[in-house]
């Protein structure tokens, strides 16, 4: 019985095949994360951290902090088949890891209130509700040591 290898990459621009790879199979999946709807892989110049989630060599989940002007935006995506696993959580660690590392002194996402299991998660991890729309929510995570 093959035991499968569960890795975290950091994504930079020699490895961005891969982060391709993921955007491409991920428009096929079931879920919904519209990032790279109106972007390329190339914004990753942008983010303080790029992770991708890999079982063997497939990548299987995706996440990042985003500086965008004044505020760090984190966005996370894992594919449908492998989400309830702990996938999203062991992104959602190395993510806050390095905000801590980075001294971010907020991360902001925005997420689908139809998203019950993410906004959960977010909530685990300190985040809370900054405003609330009829589809979707802002919510912002405060650095306890900032």
């Known amino acids: 019985m093959k ?8 994504i ?3 490895n961005i095949n891969l982060l391709e790879r993921f955007i491409s199979e991920y428009k096929d999946d079931e879920g919904h994360f519209r990032y790279f709807e109106s972007r390329n892989a ?12 890999l079982l063997d060599d497939e990548p ?7 500086q965008e002007a004044d505020k760090t935006w984190l966005g996370i995506a894992i594919k449908t088949q492998y989400q309830g696993n702990g996938m999203g959580k062991l992104l ?3 993510l806050i890891s390095q905000a801590r590392i980075s001294q971010v002194s907020k991360i902001h996402l925005s997420v689908d209130n139809s998203n019950e299991a993410g906004i959960r998660l ?3 991890f300190g985040f809370q509700n900054e405003k609330i729309e009829a589809d979707k929510r802002r919510m912002v995570w405060t650095n306890p040591v900032l």
């Not at 914004?43 to 991708?52: E, G, Q, V």
């Open 3 to 10: 035991k499968n290898k569960l890795s975290i990459s950091s």
């Open 12 to 14: 930079t621009e020699q």
């Open 42 to 53: 190339a914004i990753i110049k942008n983010h303080l951290a790029t992770f991708l989630l």
């Open 60 to 66: 299987i989940g995706y996440g990042h902090l985003d």
């Open 92 to 94: 959602m660690q190395m």
């Open 122 to 124: 977010y909530t685990k």
